[in-house]
């Protein structure tokens, strides 16, 4: 049996512009690890990219020029701001509207880690990671919430964490920060949804990053031995989720805490 080529009718070729052209997109913490393949990942697709730092501005202008300076429709461009400063995210709100008007997506991928068991945990390392992850949150996702419910298809992404869900020894600041980013989306969901925006959160297990570098050998090797899949995430492998999550396609799913594990809570 022979199958008939057909040739695709021109009318029907896919469209050539990228998904996400058009698009302006804010990743928080984007110089480094996670963040840094978002930004790459969005601009990939075409989208313009606001990639947010605290510190760390050399590696936000470089991954900026890699994107802008790739053959894509993508441009990306460094705002330097501290998510847990209200003033700061304020006025990164300004720069980015008077030069790129409303955000369609806001990526809250800022985080930082602080362990210590909690007998021995202090008010400040307690503090520290709430301050990024949930606060910074906060004052981000207020400061753009206008825009992501005016525009067509608004997206607001946060990326949480296996700990989130399972807890660890060490990390009861991390879990608690985390797993408040779930009723945090759920909500911001049901009061976004009749705007047409989504919102949803990743959460991640073992992602090769300065983050988990910074773990001990033998605690990274125990936790390696935890996953089905015998291996840590790879960057791209979250940044592609995300990066379906921005997407049109993506526009009936919200509410949601996607996990991307490899397996660690079956
Ligand atoms: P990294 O430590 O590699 O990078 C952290 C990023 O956050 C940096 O770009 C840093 O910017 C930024 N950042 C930290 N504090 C602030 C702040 N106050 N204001 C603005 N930006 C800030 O972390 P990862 O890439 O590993 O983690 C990214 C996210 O993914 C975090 O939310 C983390 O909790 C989560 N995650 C990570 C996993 C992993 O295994 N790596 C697993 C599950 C979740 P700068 O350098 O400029 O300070």
Known sequence: MSIEQRKRPAE???PSRQPLAGRTCLI??????IGRGIARELGRHGATVIVNYRSSETAAHEVADV????DTEGTA?????DVTDRNEVEAMREAVQDSFGPIDILVNNAGITCDCTFATMTHEDWHRVIDVSLHGT???TQAFYDDIATVDDGRVISISSVIGKQGN???ANYAAAKSGLFGFTRSLALELADTGATANCIAPGFTRTGMVEAIPDHIRDDLHAEIPLDRFANIDEIAGLVRYLATEESGYITGEVID????IDL
């Open 12 to 14: 029907l070729d896919l």
């Open 28 to 33: 928080t913490g984007g110089s480094r690890g």
């Open 67 to 70: 994107i802008t300076e790739s």
């Open 77 to 81: 461009h460094p705002v330097q701001a």
């Open 138 to 140: 906060f004052n981000c």
């Open 169 to 171: 020894v060490g990390q």
């Open 260 to 263: 991307i594990n490899g397996g």
